[in-house]
């Protein structure tokens, strides 16, 4: 299993010379567990994260935005839940733990000017990604295609998907545990309406589970949604339909834990 990582940065808001607001905090894919933010004064603090690698923000997707004066996870660090998609014949609605990056964590402190000291901490697990771009072909609205994301067993922690700018609105995403088109269903996306050409980013998770006495826990009031992804027998396969020939319908960036 993956191991945990812990990265801290000091931000000095009021020192003209040694202020770095902003931090590369990690390179590469993971998953952000949790984090806890110590402060010396209020001041009208806004936090973004990025999923970036490059010490840049422009094109990059926002995984977690914290706007206020008070200190978070100084007893316990707090956890991060984000939106979710669920298993098999649903697309949203899921709360997972952790959030998702596929590129690396680029931390930007903003609007404040009086604290002495900021200071953050940021808990994460490092993961593995696979990148796919998935081929189209045949008519209008029933182009089909599919693509092998990841062989053998494993986790699967999420994804970051762009669909290319002229996909349709009836585009079909079918994510199978297999090496085939024709096993297990892990979860399918009907009429995938994610604004072409945007990356989004989209853990996943599973809603059934049990507890220690072998009871059945199916529902989120129960933290069925908050577990760390869908466990793979065999690989992921993406497997598209209803959609237009593209060269590069579909963008798909898969993150693992073996």
Known sequence: MASIKLRSHRSYPSHATITRMTKQMYQ????????????????GLVTNIYDSADGTTAGKVAIYTQTGDTDLGQTVPVVFQGDADLVAGTATAGVGTGLIFTEGL????????????????????PLIKRTVNIVTTGSAGSAAGAAQIWQGPGLWHGYGITLDVLSPSTLDIVFRDSITDAAPTVMTKTNYTTTPGVKVLRKVVTTTGEDEAGAAVTTAATGAYNNSGIYLRTGLRAVLAQGDALTRAVKIEALFEV
């Open 106 to 125: 680029y931390l930007v402190n903003s609007g404040d000017t009086t604290d002495t000291t900021i200071d953050w901490d940021l808990w994460f697990k």
């Open 28 to 43: 590469g894919p993971g998953v952000l567990l949790a984090g806890a933010l110590n402060r010396t004064s209020s001041s």
